[in-house]
């Protein structure tokens, strides 16, 4: 059984989701064999909330923990070498498996070259950056299930993230960083 959680109201909803979904299953938490989340890129404040959740989840019981990149997932679901999804201001989270440096964050302009030299090796997930990049390989965005299916591999072989040190895969810092003004210096009274 899968939930959407309608935007901007995980940090309400996951919970209680989560406490809903065990109950109809007749499961508890320390039930759980592992714990499957994805770590981004995407909304800070959802990679936060889910990755938040998921450690405490994990703790409570010392169940293993595996995070999958939301743009690895896609490119799984879709058969395709390389990800992109849209970033918002004219930039694209984007992931070649085929690169050195797999995952990154790029402008438009650099991305619409990767995009044209990858063509159908590309998948994205989102009508608008389809759009940008007509001969990419559109799929509907990866659903927990995709990540559950991507994670097997991982899963069998036991390769677990240590909760410690798992942290979001946000590719770019947050809007509060960028946009926050410097505080003035100030000036000792004389």
Do not use: W
Not at 68 to 78: D, W
Not at 162 to 168: A, C, E, F, K, W
């Amino acid at each position: 059984m899968e939930v959407q959680l309608p935007g901007k109201t995980y940090s309400a909803q996951l919970l209680p989701a989560i406490r809903e979904l065990l109950a109809t299953h007749n499961a508890t938490i320390a039930e759980i064999a592992t714990i499957v989340v994805t770590n981004g890129p995407g909304s800070f404040t959802g990679i936060r909330i889910g990755l938040s959740t998921a450690k405490g989840l994990a703790e409570a019981h010392a169940t293993p923990i595996l995070a999958v990149s939301r743009l690895a997932v896609l490119a799984h679901k879709a058969g395709a070498t390389a990800a992109a999804l849209d970033a918002s201001r004219g930039e694209f989270y984007f992931c070649d498996s085929s690169a050195t440096r797999n995952e990154q964050l790029l402008t438009r302009d650099h991305f619409q070259q990767q995009a044209f030299t990858l063509a159908h090796s590309l998948a994205v997930c989102e009508p608008s950056v389809h759009a940008l990049t007509p001969l990419a390989t559109l799929v509907a965005p990866p659903t927990a299930a995709d990540a559950l299916h991507f994670a097997l591999p991982r899963l069998h072989a036991r390769d677990f993230d240590n909760p410690i040190t798992l942290d979001g895969n946000y590719l770019r810092r947050s809007d509060a960083e960028i946009f926050s003004k410097p505080k003035a210096a100030s000036t000792p009274a004389p």
